[in-house]
């Protein structure tokens, strides 16, 4: 079984710039998860889909960041103009449902940005 | 509202000897508890995680006890091996997980 994918697996900006992260979750797996994990910290949610559907963005920053799922496969998370601040591995994690014991996530191995 | 804390760091010790990595919790419900392990360079992915039934999961060696009483889940191993140096997230969910900071476990011989 194919695990999640990732596309880039780095990318290297400056301030202002624009850049896309690209995500392909376990097929079957209706719930998707994009995380941001700065160095030496946990995952932190960014936002998660059920289907192509927006379940939680509470911690999406509006003004640069958007994140589609338009067909309830694959997803696309994009930074609009990127900050120093926004230095960190970028991971996608896929699970087959929400809620309870089903909620193992399957991540994919992340996309490292720098911001210089 | 909901969080994991995990007091250590960095926990250094000598292969052979037991490890045991601190995890609490603080939840409105009663969620499930996890543990996934990071090495260098790669993906976080599933260690093991608690069951509904109270039983013991355990993985590789490595177990954990759910203690609702306490909001614990410690994992823990008898024998360190140099293969574990890794990070390892305790994470909780109830609709949303939550990531603790991670604890650094180097394994020296």
């Known amino acids: 079984e194919a695990g999640v994918t990732q596309s880039p697996r780095y990318a290297v900006l400056q301030e202002g710039q624009a850049v896309s992260f690209w995500c392909d979750p376990i097929s079957g797996h209706d719930t998707l998860y994009w995380y941001q994990q700065p160095r030496d910290q946990g995952p932190q949610l960014l936002v998660y889909f059920r289907d192509e559907a927006v379940i939680d963005n509470s911690q999406l920053p509006s003004d640069r960041f958007s994140a589609v799922r338009p067909k309830g496969t694959n997803s696309t998370l994009k930074i609009q103009s990127a900050k120093q601040g926004d230095t960190a591995t970028y991971l996608c994690?896929?699970?087959?449902?929400?809620?309870?014991?089903?909620?193992?996530?399957?991540f994919g191995a992340g996309t490292r940005l720098s911001v210089l | 509202g909901d969080s994991v804390t995990q007091t250590e760091g960095l926990v250094t010790l000598t292969e052979g000897l037991p490890v045991m990595l601190n995890c609490t919790y603080q939840?409105?419900?009663?969620?499930?508890l996890f543990w996934y392990v990071q090495h260098l360079n790669e993906a976080p992915k599933l260690l093991l995680k608690s069951f509904t039934d109270n039983k013991r999961p355990e993985h590789q060696g490595f177990h954990a006890t759910l203690h609702k009483s306490s909001s614990s889940f410690h994992l823990q191993k008898s024998s360190a091996q140099l293969s574990d140096s890794a990070l390892y997230y305790c994470?909780?969910?109830?609709?949303?997980?939550?990531f603790g900071d991670g604890t650094q476990l180097v394994v020296k011989p």
């Open positions: 994470a909780l969910t109830n609709n949303r997980i939550f």
């Open positions: 939840s409105t419900y009663s969620p499930f």
């Open positions: 994690a896929s699970s087959p449902g929400t809620g309870g014991i089903q909620n193992t996530l399957y």
